[in-house]
């Protein structure tokens, strides 16, 4: 069964076609929410701002012009949401727990594993709490949404070649981190 593209829905969004907006929605909702669980810590607030991130898609619609992926200027809109109100107020930036369980403990497993796995993900989750947001930003969407380096440059904006610095940074100052035992 034949689907419209991404860019054909918008063009009709942008004509105030209020089903193909559903369907736009429909389509990019889990992974806009991922990318806010993944950079706010708090779910209801990652929701927010997926909701918000779609409506000013919507009151955008008329400037929308087809002029690259629309994943990309979707998460633009989404991203730059994110930065203006990180002025206005001063939000939590650690990574969603959800995004660093590494593994499920088993329900049989020793207390010493767990308490270990516990300890683990939380270096973890303060190591990523410290780190700069551009670093982060770009560590998060490679290893937690699986994202290519061209599909993290298109997200965020920027060139290739300065995701593979921010990942080499990101990963140099995770490594450093986790490596000191002052945590």
Not at 94 to 117: C, F, G, H
């Amino acid at each position: 069964m034949w689907e419209p593209s991404d860019i054909e829905l918008m063009l009709r969004v942008k004509a105030g076609d209020m089903v193909a907006f559903r369907q736009l929605t429909a389509r990019h909702r889990d992974t806009l929410l991922r990318f806010f669980r993944a950079i706010l810590d708090d779910r209801s607030l990652a929701e927010d701002y997926t909701q918000e991130t779609f409506l000013r898609l919507w009151f955008a619609r008329e400037r929308y012009e087809p002029t690259g992926k629309f994943s990309t200027y979707l998460f633009q809109i989404g991203k730059h949401y994110w930065l203006n109100q990180r002025k206005k107020v001063r939000l939590p930036t650690t990574p969603a727990d959800d995004a660093l369980q590494i593994v499920a403990a088993p329900p049989d497993a020793e207390p010493e594993t767990v308490l270990l796995r516990q300890t683990r993900q939380e270096r973890i989750r303060q190591a990523l709490a410290a780190m700069p947001e551009h670093y982060r930003a770009v560590f998060v969407l490679s290893h937690f949404e699986g994202l290519t380096y061209a599909e993290i440059g298109c997200r965020l904006g920027i060139p290739v070649g300065t995701v593979k610095s921010r990942m080499a940074e990101a990963v140099r100052r995770l490594r450093a981190a986790l490596s000191e035992g002052d945590f």
